[in-house]
């Protein structure tokens, strides 16, 4: 099982990094929190969590072991997969999940794509006591792209937010962080409105 991963980013887009270590190219699934941190790096230093299943083998990627730990934790309750606990560490970083696990906040947690009310209800019951994280703040790298809206929008879509809850939510995002803020600060903040 690969359990680490130190090599450099040949490919990275918001879900996925492809890491070349010792010339292997590997394709590494991973969340937005882990994205903002790897962004404008060649180097990367990954926690690897390998998911064995009879037609597949894939790897998620975690900038950080507390990441990975949650992760774990989600993956361990019944009808959470590793696509939906990835969702869910891209809509909401460690130590707000932590904090939302603790409060007893359903709310919050079924406000991210993939989440029911019956699945936030399963994560906060199973993992009370269990999700004690170091509060933590994310890296946010500054990088400047062509058409930075619409590739703010198209991530959002591809987490699995309708079109128009997007638009709505770049729409405030952009007035809160205004109108010189690249594509990290803006996909945050449009995640903010969103999970709000």
């Given at each position: 099982?690969?359990?680490?991963?130190?090599?450099?980013?040949?490919?990275?887009?918001?879900?996925?990094?492809?890491?070349?270590?010792?010339?292997?190219?590997?394709?590494?699934?991973?969340?937005?929190?882990?994205?903002?941190?790897?962004?404008?790096?060649?180097?990367?230093?990954?926690?690897?969590?390998?998911?064995?299943?009879?037609?597949?083998?894939?790897?998620?990627?975690?900038?950080?072991?507390?990441?990975?730990?949650?992760?774990?934790?989600?993956?361990?309750?019944?009808?959470?997969?590793p696509t939906?606990?990835?969702?869910?560490?891209?809509?909401?970083?460690?130590?707000?999940?932590?904090?939302a696990v603790?409060?007893?906040d359903v709310?919050?947690?079924?406000?991210?794509?993939?989440?029911?009310?019956?699945?936030?209800?399963?994560?906060?019951?199973?993992?009370?006591?269990?999700?004690?994280?170091?509060?933590?703040?994310?890296?946010?790298?500054?990088?400047?792209?062509?058409?930075?809206?619409?590739?703010?929008?198209?991530?959002?879509?591809?987490?699995?937010?309708?079109?128009?809850?997007?638009?709505?939510?770049?729409?405030?995002?952009?007035?809160?962080?205004?109108?010189?803020?690249?594509?990290?600060?803006?996909?945050?903040?449009?995640?903010?409105?969103?999970?709000?």
């Amino acid at each position: 099982m690969i359990g680490y991963l130190n090599g450099n980013i040949r490919q990275l887009d918001a879900t996925r990094a492809l890491v070349v270590a010792g010339g292997v190219g590997y394709e590494v699934h991973i969340s937005l929190t882990t994205y903002y941190k790897l962004e404008g790096r060649k180097d990367i230093e990954l926690e690897i969590y390998t998911h064995v299943r009879e037609d597949q083998l894939s790897l998620y990627g975690f900038a950080t072991a507390e990441e990975k730990v949650a992760f774990e934790k989600l993956i361990s309750i019944s009808g959470i997969g590793p696509t939906v606990a990835q969702k869910i560490l891209s809509g909401i970083d460690v130590a707000d999940l932590a904090d939302a696990v603790a409060r007893d906040d359903v709310r919050k947690l079924s406000s991210i794509p993939g989440v029911g009310k019956k699945t936030a209800e399963r994560i906060c019951l199973e993992l009370r006591d269990k999700l004690v994280m170091p509060t933590g703040v994310p890296a946010t790298p500054s990088t400047t792209r062509h058409a930075i809206d619409d590739d703010v929008h198209s991530a959002l879509v591809n987490l699995g937010y309708n079109p128009k809850s997007a638009d709505a939510a770049l729409d405030k995002a952009r007035k809160d962080v205004g109108a010189e803020a690249e594509f990290s600060k803006l996909l945050k903040a449009a995640l903010r409105q969103l999970t709000k």
